[in-house]
């Protein structure tokens, strides 16, 4: 009976293309508010202090910020309907799985060293400038060997 279930699991996590969330990283969570008949996007963007249920088909994070010296949570399931999308802002390199500690620091206490997400992006363009590389040195070799058997020939 469990292997059925983290198997179902395993199915419905391969079906929403979602980005992998760990304590520490910096979103922006957008939620579909409806007020009557109208409906509306709020944007709640917040730190990352807790993912629960990893393995089940609808992990929460929970997302706090700090309004007007007034700390506010959510606990966000990031499967639900009412979620539109949630976009990574930051990553921060943290050493403990749960945050819950930064409830009792202050703003400034609670400073942590963020990695925006454009440098994230940056690093990985230098592998492919590796891999143009590569290919370039590979026509050099070609041309060069070619040049060895002309030389033979002659």
């Known amino acids: ?11 419905q996590r391969a079906l929403k293309d979602t980005l992998e969330f760990h304590s520490g ?4 969570v957008f939620l579909r508010i409806k007020e009557g008949a109208k409906e509306r996007t709020q944007i709640f963007e917040g730190l ?3 993912v ?3 393995q089940s088909s609808f992990p929460t994070i929970t997302v706090r910020k700090v309004t007007h010296d007034v700390g506010v949570e959510m ?5 639900s309907k ?3 999308k949630i976009e ?3 990553r921060a390199k943290v050493r403990r799985a749960k945050l819950y500690y930064v409830r009792t620091l202050t703003t400034k206490q609670s400073r942590m060293k963020y990695k925006d997400i454009k440098d ?10 590796i891999v143009k590389k590569e290919a370039s040195s590979e026509k050099v070799e070609e041309k060069v060997m070619e040049k060895v058997e002309e030389e033979k020939a002659e």
Not at 75 to 79: K, L, N, R, S, T
Not at 120 to 129: F, G, L, T
């Open 48 to 50: 990352i202090i807790a």
């Open 88 to 90: 990574l802002v930051k």
């Open 75 to 79: 606990i966000i399931p990031v499967g």
């Open 52 to 54: 629960k249920g990893g």
């Open 25 to 28: 990283d910096v979103v922006k």
């Open 120 to 129: 994230v992006n940056k690093k990985d363009k230098p592998k492919s400038e």
């Open 82 to 84: 009412n979620v539109e």
């Open 1 to 11: 009976m469990e292997k059925k279930i983290i198997e179902f699991n395993k199915t």
